[in-house]
């Protein structure tokens, strides 16, 4: 059973930088792909950033390229989403998801685990 946890998140003035992390638990965290998503108040959750097993392919939502970046490092089971040049419609509650046991990110294959989510608010 994977667990994840994520931190970093805050509030920032437009333009500013915040980067979330996500702990794992479990010893096949460096197996499954990774992924981000946000939901903000009165919208539907929405996908922001995946990753495959390895770091090395990486997807953004148009909305984002760019700006943000993930990665992970599998010896310390975290995963990270780097974000720059924020803007106020970033704001939400930023969730990381396991797509367990999907080693790279395919759309159609629905994330079998979640953390409970972080706030992230940028202020214009």
């Known amino acids: 059973q994977v667990e994840l946890v994520e931190s970093g998140g805050g509030s920032v003035q437009a333009g500013g930088s915040l980067r979330l992390s996500c702990a794992a638990s479990?010893?096949?965290?460096?197996?499954?792909?990774m992924g981000w998503f946000r939901q903000a108040p009165g919208k539907d959750r929405e996908f922001v950033a995946a990753i495959n097993w390895s770091g090395r392919n990486t997807y953004y939502a148009d909305s984002v390229k760019g700006r943000f970046t993930i990665s992970r490092d599998n010896a310390k089971n975290t995963v990270y989403l780097q974000m720059n040049s924020l803007k106020p419609e970033d704001t939400a509650v930023y969730y990381c998801a396991a797509q367990d046991p999907v080693s790279d990110y395919v759309r159609s294959v629905p994330f079998a685990t979640w953390g409970q989510g972080t706030q992230v608010t940028v202020s214009s």
């Open positions: 479990g010893r096949t965290f460096s197996s499954y792909a």
